[in-house]
């Protein structure tokens, strides 16, 4: 018989606690709604008590996203559990998320509990969560380091209370594989009722070990895996989902039959957007999802790869949505070609956004000779980080050297009237941006600039991100262009114009975690 996983994502929770990563509801939106495309069980929508931002992305992704289950965390107290109900009320389909700590250090230093304490609380609380939701997870926070008579007892008696799904978290990333396996094996074999509930893991990527875990898990009995998209997360992060499905689907030989709901051609699309929206950039060799995971460098690999994929390719870049960096369209293609390509990548773009996105390819094709996939992906990215363009860059101009001050001259127009300012800085980019918030009036904090190019080449397009701090909120800003200091000044233009947008809106920012 085949074993049937369920994927409950997590990364609009945990991998929102990514330190410098903070989205609005906005964005959680998007992302929310491709995890429903892609086919996750569960989306975890936030903690809804920790700050109005959080409490308002679940409610909009409870009223919004239809499939999946959407969850709220809360912790095993009352207020919690309320307000994780009030922001999940009208979900489809609704869980209430509940956790306490079960190790011997953290029920001493954290929570000043005994073990009987602890059990009290959490029978208690499943019971109250009950009350509002006939789906209630419970989560036994630092599982694995828990003592394991205890464990068992806890699990047995929150069942016993109504708990349908019971979590064992590899908080701190601390287990070996192995001996996680055997957790959940012990757990499987003899914690009495356990067959009512599904057993579910979440395992933090310390000791880099969170898929391998995951997996040894699943191998051992687990039927719930929680995970997040590039397997983003607090400290090391948290398990990775492609990596968790494109081992369970490449390794069939080895895992059997194994039953889940992911469409696979939607990975790639995902793992992009989460890092758009959130300004992670991947290291280029992350598994299945990175720049060079389908690339093959050596004259070896490629000339096996061409006389047989199968050579040093265990799974096609067309399994998870990549599709390949085919030369697509040039100066002359018409609006017609350019919204074909669109869908066939899986771009759902309204006309006026077709409108726009082909405005800025017909710009690209002018100065680059070849389009490719990979600049349709970024033109058409735009579109998911896009808020009111209150400022609009004209034009800049930038005198530097290696013995001269940099000066930038930067022009924006903001609803039709026209702003020019100056300013000299460490460098040109810094300059740019000096005279950007000259013009608006406001400064911001850049916390990070990184810029990489999309395809090969000279002419190739360029993408800078900026992260910016404002009032203790985190935005993020994306420019691309061919032009370095062009995609720059862009990119600070949309951190300003989302300052704007989100300025007197609850964001999740300066939300307690956990
Ligand atoms: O890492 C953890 O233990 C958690 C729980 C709250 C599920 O995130
Ligand atoms: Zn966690």
Known sequence: MSARIKIFDTT?????????????IQEKLEIARQLARLGVDVIEAGFAISSPGDFMAVKTVAENVKGPVIASLSRAVEKDIDRAWEALQNA??????????????????????????????????VKYAKKYCSDVEFSAEDASRTRTEFLYRILEEVIKAGATVVNIPDTVGYAMPDEFGKLIRGIKEN?????????????????????????AAVMNGATQVECTINGMGERAGNASMEEIIMGIQTRKDFYGEMVHNIDTRQIYRSSKLVSKLTGVNLQPHKAIVGKNAFAHESGIHQHGVLAERSTYEIMTPESIGLS???????????RHAFEERLKEMGYNLSQEEITKAFEKFKELADKKKTVTDRDIEALAGEKVSAVEEVY??????????????ATATVSMFRNGEHLTEAATGDGPINAAFKAIERSVGFEVHLEDYSLKGVTEGADALGEATVRVMKDNRIYVGRGVSTDVIEASVKAYINAINRVIHDHGKESSGGRETI
């Open 92 to 125: 489809e389909n609704p869980r209430i998320h509940t956790f306490i700590a079960t190790s011997d250090i953290h029920m001493k230093y954290k929570l000043k509990m005994t073990e009987e304490q602890v059990l009290e609380r959490a029978v208690a609380m």
């Open 191 to 215: 914690v009495r009722g356990i067959e009512k509930a599904d057993i579910s893991v979440h395992c933090h990527n310390d000791l880099g070990l969170a898929v391998a875990n995951s997996l």
């Open 12 to 24: 609009l929770r945990d991998g929102e606690q990514t330190p410098g990563v903070s989205l609005n």
């Open 324 to 334: 390949q960096n085919r030369i697509v369209l040039g100066k002359l293609s018409g």
């Open 392 to 405: 609009k860059l004209d034009s800049f101009q930038i005198n530097s050297g290696n013995k001269v001050i």
